[in-house]
Each structure stands twice: as structure tokens, then as C-alpha cells.
């Protein structure tokens, strides 16, 4: 993925380019970091489709259960920073991120709640936007929330 970058690197320290070095580390690692924002971004979409779904509809399936566990741990999993320690976002950057992975997860849920009888907005004034991300925070954060 990122073989041309490394390749820079490795000859700018051979160079002695030190500031340039540096510099592509610093891009590299923002690279890095987006790529993780956006597979968590993707899992918390996930996330919330199954919890709009479930709110509009007041029930669980076994398969709708099965993706919340799922999202949530990969959602653990790619946040955790393992050999370095802490997380790439924290508490108030998942929340940022939920909430702009809200639009996109209404208009899928939309699709697939109550029979698609609702389009995007009315289902969204149907739930509670609110109390949705809270509980998808609560999904994400508290690691022994089912």
C-alpha cells in the first residue's frame, strides 16, 4: 500500500534528508490514520443501520444482533492503538465520527425498515436521533454492553 512511500523514505535517510524524513513519516502516519477513521467509520455505519432499525421497529433478529456485536468489536478492535497504547480517536472524536456516519446509516435503514414504507427523513422523525448515538456510544466504549 504504501511500498512507494517507504521506498522515499528508506532513500532519504540514506541521503541524510533527515527534515524530509521526517516530514513523509508524519504524511505516512496521517495516511494511516485516515485509513483507520474511515474502516471505523464504515463498521459505525453498520452499527447505527441496525439501531435506527431497530428503534423504528421495536425488535431484534438474530442476524440484526449478530452485525451490532460484529461492528462494535471490529469498531473496538481497529481503534485500539495495541503497540503504541491508547486509541485513534477518543471518546469525543467517535462521537464526531457517529454522527457524520448518521446520514448515510438513515438512508440505508430507510430502505430496509418497516418495509421501506418511510423515506430517509420520516424515519429519522420517527426515531430518536439522540438516544440512538448515545447507545451506540455506550456499544462502543463499554466493552461489556451485549
Known amino acids: 500500500m504504501f511500498i512507494d512511500e517507504y521506498r522515499e523514505l528508506h532513500d532519504l535517510i540514506v541521503c541524510g534528508d533527515y527534515s524530509r524524513a521526517l516530514a513523509l513519516i508524519d504524511e505516512l502516519d496521517a495516511m494511516s490514520r485516515r485509513d483507520y477513521v474511515l474502516k471505523i467509520r464504515g463498521y459505525m455505519r453498520v452499527l447505527l443501520i441496525h439501531l435506527i432499525k431497530h ?18 468489536d471490529q469498531i473496538q478492535l481497529l481503534n485500539a492503538r495495541h503497540k503504541a497504547g491508547g486509541t485513534y480517536l477518543d471518546p469525543a472524536e467517535l462521537r464526531e465520527t457517529l454522527e457524520d456516519a448518521w446520514r448515510s446509516a438513515v438512508k440505508v435503514a430507510a430502505i430496509e425498515a418497516c418495509h421501506g414504507r418511510h423515506d430517509a427523513a420520516e424515519l429519522e422523525r420517527r426515531v430518536d436521533r439522540d438516544a440512538i448515538l448515545a447507545e451506540a456510544m455506550t456499544r462502543i466504549v463499554d466493552t461489556t454492553t451485549p
Open 55 to 72: 428503534h423504528a421497529e421495536c425488535r431484534w433478529t438474530k442476524s440484526w444482533l449478530r452485525s451490532v456485536a460484529h461492528a462494535t
